[in-house]
């Protein structure tokens, strides 16, 4: 078996056994990244040469007998939109083309320090608008499991590099479901933690509201490994907590009471998906866990909800875009008004546009300018109801996607393609955290993710139940 | 609520051409319509998203800013050391 | 824009002016609003500046703890209410000296609310209390530099990011006179607080004016016009009487007023149009999502109110009662915190009249400090050696005229006022038999002053006395010469 085909936990072990060394880890990942990448597309830019320094200083670290940290040599992935001291940060937009930061992001620091080595940067949708990785200005990613087929987004190039053992592990952001639906389509494990639980600063912004960064890897138990390690407060996040997960160490399945909320079963799911989540629930009941049937009442608040507050904040975090002081700048200008003008249409591609007019009219007075305030009192209705449903179980458990990954170019409608974020919303509008576990597999070979949702601190509920299940689970 | 795109496309700094602006439009005004179910509710109260949350306060004290060359380095256009945007005179 | 004939007038019986004013001021803190980058005036371009006050992407901001303790205290200063719950939201515009493209301010839930500014009229006869809408907080843009050779405009973001509250005030002032008072008094207390240098020139105090007339007496406001950024107190004063003269003109010749922004020219002395009503700015105000609410602590705000000193009505009042010193005096005393407390350390001593100290402060110290281009602290005048030269005057053992000569030595050197006496021989004069030697030989040299003496024009004694210092090289005591030479004239 190849080193990077195993998980991240695995690789620790050998690694500290001094039965592989780092060095061996990425050289085996290269290979594959070199085998594999013409046709998947995970990255935009790749770090090579740094990663062999950085496994060379690190087998270094192992032979002087210096302590280790807690991801030593363990390959990553980072997502495009997570700034990188030095390496170019794209966003997947031709407006960043050349965009070199001149610092780290916060998660990117915490991964130097626990030793992981970063392979590359992963491809997305651009600045995380999309759910198919198809925006991406400079390339499109295949499904790894089937390359007819997308991988899902927005950080498709992250659950495809880990899917496809370009990388152990990967860091995607999540702001509507962009960790979870690439996961579930690539049959990956994806987190999105409890809103203030991993440090947005280096993160650039899509809805600051819903914007977290997210942990992915082939195995629940990676995934807890990685959180560890990025979530905790960060000074410069002023919306990051003093995270403390709920210990679960004494997990007992028979404790566990799952939501199976029917509003997430309906028409809009596919047959197949819907089967196989069942059965991962059936799973629960029969290890003697309790199953509750619950509803969620105004689902049809969510995309609504989402897309007000998405569009006016991100018509706002991209309005820096401007040519003036990074990023392109069009080449044909007469004054300034043009230069703004010319400089975003040219660098903006149709979807970012889209949601910036759409944000931009939200907000207008013309507008009325009160969809905020109308879009925050009916999430604070979605949010009580939601307080209500968990005091009757620890976690829901949902579809990821409503359907399993589609063909590349199969969806053009804006409206069908936002539709495919509708089961990922609630965890983003109200906080909460939630994980995107492989639950089965449908036709084409194509994976099917359920989705674990707990309250807010409740990822560890997440990782036990999630590890009970891929321990147990056929 | 009037919708005139040529308008926001001004306010968010785009020049859209007359094809984007066919298609924007239509597709604009669906997820406006899809909007408007919202609740209509009196605006009052913490009208933010994330509420269980409380600002952090920073002390005064100094971190050391970043060299020049680093401020400018992403600059399209650079020239004394400052940023160059088009003549505001 | 219409030609303006100033005449300098009161405003016309038959209008009402109405005036509101939004001052912004730079807050004296150690770093900026939002980063930990150095807030300093100057210094190289771009060289106080980091990822966040750049606007990088990803960057975040946090908020500067001082920054708050500062508008709180001006909040107290002011009697505005402390919201306990204060929140932070992003203003919306395009502009190269914005580089987030947005500007992190406050809308809904501003720091402080109500309160009322006291401002005094009429040589401090009479009071008027202007109310205040808020004070919030804000961050400062970059500077813009215009480089006509080159045909650019280069910007420099080191004031990007400094902390500024802005005090807004309800449309309740009157005249050019009250924005006058009102800025100075707004400065006074922020300086007073410490919580600003209120450097005019600096650009470290500026503020917006919305002025609009109605017919006198009448209930209904008038269209109003702002004029944006006036960085001076002359400045805000004529760009006010400008503007009132413009708009009752156009009144007076039966137009209407139309709602445009305009900026005060100091070179063309005048207001320049920057647009009109229809390009209006929509900034979309909404909640800065990337800070939270902050909540303000009783406790903390009880702490910040001890720190509060004396503030300058008072001290006006009481430096006028106390001491006995005129309006005018009182008025520049408090306006400058170093020469008050020098006034009140050495008034203190008695070692002469207080006015007389005012005198000395405000005249010759100032006179000396503005030809050196410094401020008070920057000399070596001190309590000690000042009340010593004050007294040697008193006591009459040097003329008023020496003093001056031992201001600026003892200002500019470590010297004591004796030294300079000595150094300089300054001592004088005042033993009256060497006196009339010397006032007889005057007399003895000029004989035309007894004859014209004689003839009524007692005015030449004067011309005596000058001769008389003259030839005594300024050391002759003048009282005693004056006496001296009227009596030796009259004896003939």
Redesign the interface.
Known sequence: MKLNELAATKLMELLRNKECSALEIIEDTFREIERKEPEIEAFITLTKETAFENAKRIDEKIASGSELGSLAGIPIAVKDNICTKGVRTTAASKILENFVPTYNATVVEKLNAADAIMVGKANLDEFAMGSSCETSAFKKTKNPHNIEYVPGGSSGGSAAAVAANESVLALGSDTGGSVRLPASFCGVVGLRPTYGAISRYGLLPLASSFDQVGPLGRTVADVELLFNVISGRDPKDSTTVNFKTKNNSDFDVKNLKVGVPEEYFGNFIDEEVKKSVLKMIEFFKKSGAQIKKVNVPHMEYMLPIYSVVLTIEAASNLARYDGMCFGLRAKEFKDLEQMYANTREEGFGDEVKRRIILGTFLSSSESGSAYMQRAIAAKNELLKAHDELFKLCDILITPTGPTQAFRLGEICDPMKMYAMDLCTLAPSILGFPAIAVPCGKGQNNLPIGAQLIGQRYCEQLLFEAGKFFERNYL | MSFNLEHVGKLAKFVLTEEEIKKFDGQIKEILELIEILPDVPQNGENRVNINQRCGLREDIETSSISIDEVLSNAPQKKAGCFVAPSLR | MKEIIYKGSEPSLEYDVVIGLEVHVELS???KMY????NIFGG????????IC???????????????EYAIKAGLAFDCTINK?T?FA?K?Y?Y?DL????QISQA?FPLCVGGFVEILLDEGRKTKKISLRQIHMEEDAGK???D?S????????NRAGVPLIEIVSMPELSSAQEVKAYLETIRNTLMCLGVSDCRMQEGSMRCDVNVSLKPKGSEILGTRCEIKNVGSFNGAVKAVECEINRQKDVLNAGGQIKQITMRWDESKNDNVIMREKESAV?Y????E???????IDEAEIEKIKKTIPELPNAKLARLMKDYGIVYADANLLVSNLDKCEMFESVAKLEKCAPNKVANWLLGDVSRILNEKNIELKDSKLNVRNFSEMLELIEEGKISNTAGKTVLEEIMENDITPLEVIEKNGLVQINDEEALKAIAAEVLSTNPQISELYDKGKTNILGFAVGQCMKLSKGQGNPVIFQKIVADLIKRG
């Open positions: 803190t150690k770093t980063c930990g980058c150095k190289r371009v771009n060289s106080n500046c980091c990822e750049l606007g990088m992407p990803g960057t975040l901001p946090t908020v500067n703890k001082k920054a708050v719950k929140s992003r919306n395009f190269p580089p987030k493209s947005y809904n813009l530099i215009h006509e080159l045909g650019l405009t280069l910007v420099d973001y929509d979309r105000y909404f909640e999502p990337d800070l939270p609410i902050l909540e």
